[in-house]
């Protein structure tokens, strides 16, 4: 196949601005609308200077059907700089300076494979501290930090995540989308009905949070899988009882076929998992005298 070339430009609120550009070979299972769709989303919406070993993850991951050949990523606002280069998915330059990062700051570092690490300290940390290890930890947090981009890999699904994936097929009997907008409603409402049933699919606590009941346990695994979009199927799947898989489709069927015409699957749900939460920690449970004046 022929390579694949992406190359993005963007200026984000206040002067922060990131530059994308990608070279990789496909193979056959390679979806170009797609991926193009979630880079764009991904890159619009989930990069800052504290997370930029999860950029180059994400883009890793919404890239994993590519061989990647070229992979640059440049980041800059008023305290920040970083340009990460990869060829073959091995780091081969690295120019930055973090000073939003107090770890890090008032050092700037260049790095090209091949060739010396230059660093260079601000004037006033050596004046400040010249008996100190303030220098060398500084020092040694880039070292550390250098080499972590050296072994940054795509997100991988544990086996929670295939868990809830294979769950929400049998419940809605469609394949998740972690790039929809309601993917999280959908999540945390069917993790929270189906708990209601005896089928606790993890350790998910919940509170009423944005109006539904929301474990930030689940919010953050859905988040994760963000960079995945639909999927459609997933390699070595869980070994699910038969009964229980059968009593998920069952209550999936039940729910959506109480859907009126005038409704949406999602009022109807989160309306039912408000009412199971509500029974279940009894939010409603005073007698008259508790709420008489």
Same mark, same amino acid.
């Given at each position: 196949?022929?390579?694949?070339?992406?190359?993005?430009?963007?200026?984000? +609120? $206040?002067?922060?601005?990131?530059?994308?550009?990608?070279?990789?070979?496909?193979?056959? /299972?390679?979806?170009?609308?797609?991926?193009?769709? !979630?880079?764009?989303?991904?890159?619009?919406?989930? #990069?800052?200077?504290?997370? &930029?070993?999860?950029? #180059?993850?994400?883009?890793?991951?919404?890239?994993?059907?590519?061989?990647?050949?070229?992979?640059?990523?440049?980041?800059?606002?008023?305290?920040?700089?970083?340009?990460? +280069?990869?060829?073959? =998915?091995?780091?081969?330059?690295?120019?930055?300076? +973090?000073?939003?990062?107090?770890?890090?700051?008032?050092?700037?570092?260049?790095?090209?494979?091949?060739?010396?690490?230059?660093?260079?300290?601000?004037?006033?940390? !050596?004046?400040?501290?010249?008996?100190?290890?303030?220098?060398? @930890?500084? !020092?040694?947090?880039?070292?550390?930090?250098?080499?972590?981009?050296?072994?940054?890999? %795509?997100?991988? &699904?544990? =086996?929670?995540?295939? *868990?809830?994936?294979?769950?929400?097929?049998?419940?809605?009997?469609?394949?998740?989308?972690?790039?929809?907008?309601?993917?999280?409603?959908?999540?945390?409402?069917?993790?929270?009905?189906?708990?209601?049933?005896?089928? #606790?699919?993890?350790?998910?606590? /919940?509170?009423?949070?944005?109006?539904?009941?929301?474990?930030?346990?689940?919010?953050?695994?859905?988040?994760?899988?963000?960079?995945?979009?639909?999927?459609?199927?997933? @390699?070595?799947?869980?070994?699910? +009882?038969?009964?229980? =898989?059968? %009593?998920?489709?069952?209550?999936?069927?039940?729910?959506?076929?109480? *859907?009126?015409?005038?409704?949406?699957? $999602? @009022? *109807?749900?989160?309306?039912?998992?408000?009412?199971?939460?509500?029974?279940?920690?009894? #939010? /409603?449970?005073?007698? !008259?005298?508790?709420?008489?004046?």
């Amino acid at each position: 196949m022929e390579n694949i070339k992406l190359e993005k430009f963007i200026q984000y +609120k $206040n002067g922060v601005t990131l530059h994308f550009k990608y070279i990789g070979t496909p193979n056959e /299972f390679y979806d170009k609308k797609k991926s193009r769709r !979630l880079i764009g989303m991904f890159l619009s919406q989930n #990069v800052s200077p504290s997370n &930029m070993i999860n950029v #180059v993850s994400g883009i890793r991951t919404i890239l994993n059907t590519c061989d990647e050949n070229l992979l640059m990523i440049e980041y800059c606002d008023k305290d920040h700089h970083e340009m990460i +280069k990869y060829s073959h =998915k091995v780091l081969i330059s690295y120019i930055g300076s +973090k000073n939003n990062d107090n770890t890090l700051a008032d050092v700037d570092v260049e790095f090209h494979a091949g060739s010396k690490l230059n660093v260079s300290f601000n004037n006033a940390i !050596l004046m400040e501290y010249p008996y100190n290890n303030v220098v060398k @930890d500084k !020092l040694d947090a880039w070292l550390k930090y250098i080499d972590s981009l050296s072994h940054i890999n %795509k997100i991988t &699904m544990d =086996k929670k995540s295939k *868990v809830l994936i294979e769950v929400y097929q049998l419940f809605y009997q469609e394949n998740p989308d972690f790039s929809q907008e309601d993917i999280n409603i959908k999540m945390q409402t069917m993790v929270s009905i189906l708990a209601s049933f005896n089928l #606790v699919l993890g350790d998910y606590s /919940f509170s009423i949070d944005d109006e539904i009941p929301q474990s930030l346990t689940l919010l953050q695994k859905v988040n994760e899988l963000f960079c995945y979009g639909e999927i459609k199927e997933i @390699d070595e799947e869980v070994a699910l +009882k038969e009964k229980a =898989k059968e %009593k998920i489709k069952i209550i999936g069927a039940t729910i959506r076929e109480s *859907v009126s015409t005038n409704q949406s699957i $999602n @009022d *109807v749900i989160i309306t039912l998992s408000k009412m199971i939460y509500a029974s279940r920690y009894q #939010v /409603f449970a005073y007698n !008259l005298e508790d709420i008489k004046k």
